[in-house]
């Protein structure tokens, strides 16, 4: 499986950041799969954004919840990720992943290249 | 929610040395702790997931061990390609995956 982001590199503070990830190698409808999104802060550690689980079960970082929605797009086999209201703060890079939940077990064990997404008017 | 500390936060070491990170979780997570390696300017790789299970394709100088609380990840001996930020990532608390804020180990 290859996973590669995609979306506009610069974003003005109070728009929304849209990003798409590609899937390659499997489908994006595939059972039991948590298609995910990771952020890092320039310099900083990793924060995880959302998951979209079975293409309709979803799940948010409660710290982002209010402004982030997550789906997938089964016809063109990518996942995407909507980020409302930006600030400066949400500049960073964002990874797409992917966590095949085995048996229970969660791990990132395939993710994106990465896309610095930079807030600014 | 589920803090994650890391110690230390840098390190340098020589190759060939044995690296030992730890990592504590705020509360009991079982075993449900993973590790990723990142080098600079790349995406994270797992290593190790459920505290001690080597990822497929990952060198056996690389392992981890603990449980409940307090975690050890370890490279027996440091190559000069292990040069990275390692990072542990807790999924006890789902769906809320939180990691840790990182080990960077460097050459001496």
């Known amino acids: 499986v290859q996973l590669q982001e995609s979306g506009p590199g610069l974003v003005k503070p109070s728009q929304t950041l849209s990003l798409t990830c590609n899937v390659s190698?499997?489908?994006?409808?595939?059972?039991?799969?948590?298609w995910s999104w990771i952020r890092q802060h320039p310099g900083k550690g990793l924060e995880w954004i959302a998951s979209?689980?079975?293409?309709?079960?979803?799940y948010y970082n409660p710290s982002l919840k209010s402004r982030v929605s997550i789906s997938v797009d089964p016809s063109k086999n990518q996942f995407s990720l909507k980020l409302t209201s930006v600030t400066a703060a949400d500049t960073a890079v964002y990874f797409c992943?992917?966590?095949?939940?085995?048996?229970?077990?969660?791990?990132?064990?395939?993710w994106g290249q990465g896309t610095l997404v930079t807030v600014s008017s | 929610d589920i803090q994650m500390t890391q110690s230390p936060s840098s390190l340098s070491a020589s190759v060939g040395d044995r690296v030992t990170i730890t990592c504590q979780a705020s509360?009991?997570?079982?075993?449900?702790l993973n590790w990723y390696q990142q080098k600079p300017g790349e995406a994270p790789n797992l290593l190790i997931y459920?505290?001690?299970n080597l990822e497929a394709g990952v060198p056996s100088r690389f392992s981890g061990s603990g449980s409940g609380t307090d975690f050890t990840f370890t490279i027996s001996s440091l190559q000069p390609e292990d040069i990275a930020t390692y990072y542990c990532?807790?999924?006890?608390?789902?769906?809320?995956?939180?990691f840790g804020p990182g080990t960077k180990v460097d050459l001496k």
């Open positions: 979209i689980y079975n293409s309709d079960s979803t």
């Open positions: 190698g499997d489908s994006v409808i595939r059972g039991g799969y948590y």
């Open positions: 509360q009991d997570i079982s075993n449900y």
């Open positions: 459920d505290a001690s």
């Open positions: 990532q807790q999924y006890d608390d789902l769906p809320l995956f939180t």
């Open positions: 992943a992917k966590d095949p939940a085995y048996g229970g077990t969660h791990y990132f064990d395939c």
